[in-house]
C-alpha cells in the first residue's frame, strides 16, 4: 500500500491502480483507490471506493480512529 501511495503523490495513477488492486478488499487500500479517483477528478468512482472502504471497516470491526480517517475522506470527496 505505501508504494501505491507514493505513485499516487508522484502522479503515476496508472502504477498506483496497478499496486493498490493487488489487495482491493482491504479497506485501506479502498481509501487509496479512492484518493487516486479524486486526483484523477473522479469524484463518482472515489465515492463509490470510500463507501465500500467504510462498509468494510464496519465488517471487521476497526478502531474508531480508523473509522474517521474514512469519513473525513468521504467529506472531502463531498466537497468537490
Known amino acids: 500500500m505505501l508504494l501505491g501511495s507514493n505513485y499516487i503523490k508522484n502522479d503515476d495513477y496508472v502504477k498506483a491502480e496497478i499496486v493498490l ?35 468494510i471497516a464496519k465488517q471487521q470491526n476497526v478502531r474508531q480512529w480508523q473509522l474517521n480517517e474514512l469519513l473525513e475522506t468521504k467529506a472531502t470527496i463531498n466537497k468537490v
Do not use: G, H
Open 21 to 55: 488492486m493487488e489487495t482491493p478488499n482491504s479497506f485501506e487500500v479502498c481509501q487509496k483507490m479512492a484518493e487516486l479517483k479524486l486526483a484523477q477528478k473522479n469524484s463518482e468512482a472515489a465515492n463509490k471506493w470510500i463507501e465500500k472502504a467504510i462498509t
